[in-house]
């Protein structure tokens, strides 16, 4: 009776070995086998990891490299998936082909298909009702600029770092828009959601690997932040998202709500569809992640740009003075610059562009799936590819732009000093996935930096040491912390 106990004993092991020899092979063979036409690699991949080892410490200082020496195109194997680096995005970016996401999620930035039409569509009607690039909008902007520049006056021209203050005074930018008020810069509920929102901001980097090998989130302890990020999530719902929502859910119900804020618009919107029998992807869920996606679009950029303008502004004083001399010229110090300007200060205009393309705050944004085979350059992107922008690729590029590391503004001046605006220029992505708060960014940037500069000198905190123009890599990147006085100048604005 033993006998037959062991021959069962071995028929199993020899089963477990079989599959285990079976996905073996089948993972070789995936390994060894190269598709046919698939873009250049910067070597063999590795049988679990693919590429992944190449990269190093510093993704995108690889991925220039790989574009040198890879004919511009990047494909990199982890296990089965495919990823891929495209360099020119003009030529791929329209298609429907390319805008869907990997693994898609409720809101805009992580939609895909209907529900991201409709939530993008949705939003933007909204915006555009309070006014993204018109007066309206600009007033409420207007109304933060002047707390902003109060809490830098306060800091008496001593050495600082008005990171967290820029952060904060752009979030209530866009705490105006989602639910009607601002807040102050000292509300312990305020602090408290910047703390955390600043927090999941951080660990999007050190998550990213969670995409690719979806397991590591299933290990013991927290090693890549996904846990914690997660958490973040439902912080900020409790924070920041539910009670707002729910309280302007119950004014909307009981017909009191005014219509000046996203939330409202927004249920508003839905109710509609719903009553007249509209299929719609309209939920609770979608509006939390869109709240949450409002303020990665319209608060997190403008404020990486802005750190970036005051670095460069260290860097080149007499840039920043010729800033200056255009506004003293063209406004005045009685009033501050608006909307009416902007037309009138090219200079102005080209400094804030030329800020967008050297600092390059997000090369690599969210990656794609490709949902078709695709044909770049002559060669084949797969359906089921990961495709992952490189920005870099377009905005430092040596053939467009000649020195496209110097720090020049006039590249966006004409002869006559009139504003250029290259095609390449395409600081917030382009096609379907451009940034949904493209239109608020320019507005803020353009009536922060002008006011910026307008009443202060930016100066090194000690003179003649400047801060060095190295970034820190994330979903944004930021220049490394640094500091600077803000001195008034002798005729201040006096409104």
């Known amino acids: 009776m033993v006998f037959p106990n062991i021959l069962a004993l071995l028929d199993s092991w020899t089963l477990i070995i079989a599959i285990a020899v079976f996905v073996l092979v089948m993972l070789l063979q995936t390994w060894l086998r190269e598709p046919p036409n698939l873009p ?4 063999r991949p590795h049988l679990l990891l693919g590429h992944l080892p190449y990269l190093g410490a510093n993704r995108r200082e690889q991925m220039a490299q790989w574009r040198k020496t890879c004919l511009g195109s990047v494909r ?88 967290r203050v820029t952060s904060a005074t752009l979030s209530n930018v866009i705490c105006s828009i989602i639910v009607g008020k601002r807040f102050e810069y000292d509300d312990p509920y305020f602090l408290q959601f910047m703390d955390t929102f600043s927090e999941q901001v951080r660990l999007v980097s050190s998550t990213s690997i969670i995409n690719v090998f979806p397991w590591l989130r299933h290990l013991p302890g927290d090693m890549f932040g996904a846990k914690r990020f997660i958490d973040c999530h439902h912080d900020l719902d409790e924070i920041f998202s539910d009670p707002f929502i729910a ?48 303020f990665i679009a319209g608060s997190e950029t403008t404020a990486t740009t802005m750190l970036w303008f005051m670095l460069y502004m260290l860097h080149y ?14 406004v005045g110090h009685n009033r501050r610059p608006t909307m009416q300007d902007k037309n009138r200060l090219p200079y102005l205009n080209a400094v804030i562009m030329e800020t967008l393309r050297r600092a390059s705050i997000a090369p690599f944004s969210l990656s794609r799936m490709c949902t078709a085979d695709v044909t770049l350059q002559g060669y084949l992107i797969p359906r089921g590819s990961r495709v992952v922008s490189n920005l870099d690729s377009v905005l ?58 307008q009443r202060f000198r930016l100066l090194p905190s000690v003179p003649g040491q400047l801060p060095p123009q190295k970034a820190l890599f994330g979903v944004t990147c930021p220049p490394e912390p640094f500091t600077l006085r803000l001195v008034e100048r002798s005729e201040g604005v006096t409104v």
């Open 40 to 43: 250049p690699v910067p070597g």
């Open 76 to 163: 990199s194997c982890v296990a089965r998936a495919k990823s891929c680096v495209h360099v020119h995005l003009e030529e791929v970016w329209h298609g429907e082909e390319l805008s869907s996401r990997e693994n898609p999620r409720r809101g805009v930035l992580g939609a895909s298909g209907a529900a991201w039409r409709e939530q993008r569509a949705v939003s933007m009607s909204i915006l555009r009702k309070f006014g993204m690039g018109k007066n309206s909008l600009a007033e409420k902007i207007q109304e933060e600029i002047t707390a902003y520049l109060n809490v830098l006056s306060q800091l008496g021209g001593e050495p600082s770092d008005v990171k």
């Open 247 to 294: 309280q302007k859910t119950k004014e909307y119900k009981e017909g009191g709500d005014a219509m000046d804020n996203f939330i409202s618009a927004y249920l508003q919107e839905w109710r509609r569809k719903e009553q007249d029998g509209e299929t719609t992807t309209m939920d609770d869920g979608h509006l939390r992640r869109l709240l949450g996606n409002l």
């Open 317 to 330: 004083p007499h840039i920043q003075e010729k800033v200056f001399a255009e506004l003293e010229e063209k």
């Open 396 to 453: 430092l590029d040596e053939v467009t732009w000649g020195d496209p590391l110097t720090f020049r503004p006039e590249r966006f001046l004409d002869d006559q000093g009139g504003l250029l605006h290259p095609e390449e220029f395409v600081p917030f992505s382009m096609g379907r996935r451009v940034c949904l708060g493209e239109s608020l960014a320019k507005m803020e940037l353009f009536l922060f930096l002008g006011a910026l500069v």
